[in-house]
């Protein structure tokens, strides 16, 4: 059951993301504040609920780009640090389209992974 909520945490965060960048411009994302610090939420959500998938589902999911997520949540970690600019447009125009394209694979090819039920003792 943890790994269902936490793949739905992603998927909803991630649509949310990419919602709000849709047709925006990589100078225009840094000029806007509000989209910004919003898109910056979805994602720590996202790359937290990654980094909370347990290692023995991971293999599970090996198309899910997981060093890319653990060195773009280390970079927007600081938001005020040289790298977090460009750490954060990777992760929503790179890492975030491809990790939900596969979250919709894996959601038709292992919908036990996603199954809000009780795993068996």
Not at 14 to 30: D, P, W, Y
Not at 32 to 40: P, Y
Request: proline share 7%; net charge negative; glycine share 2%.
């Amino acid at each position: 059951m943890l790994n269902s909520a936490l793949l739905t945490i992603v998927e909803d965060a991630g649509s949310a993301v990419l919602t709000l960048i849709e047709g925006v411009t990589q100078e225009e994302f840094r000029r806007s504040r509000l989209t910004r610090s919003e898109v910056l939420l979805h994602t720590k959500t996202v790359s937290d609920a990654l980094a909370s998938i347990p290692e023995a589902t991971r293999p599970l999911l090996a198309e899910i780009d997981w060093p890319g997520w653990s060195a773009c949540a280390r970079a927007i970690a600081d938001p005020t640090s040289p790298d977090a600019d460009d750490a954060l447009w990777f992760a929503i125009t790179a890492l975030m389209p491809a990790t939900l394209m596969w979250m919709r694979v894996y959601r038709k090819d292992q919908p036990q992974l996603f199954a809000f039920k009780p795993e068996s003792l």
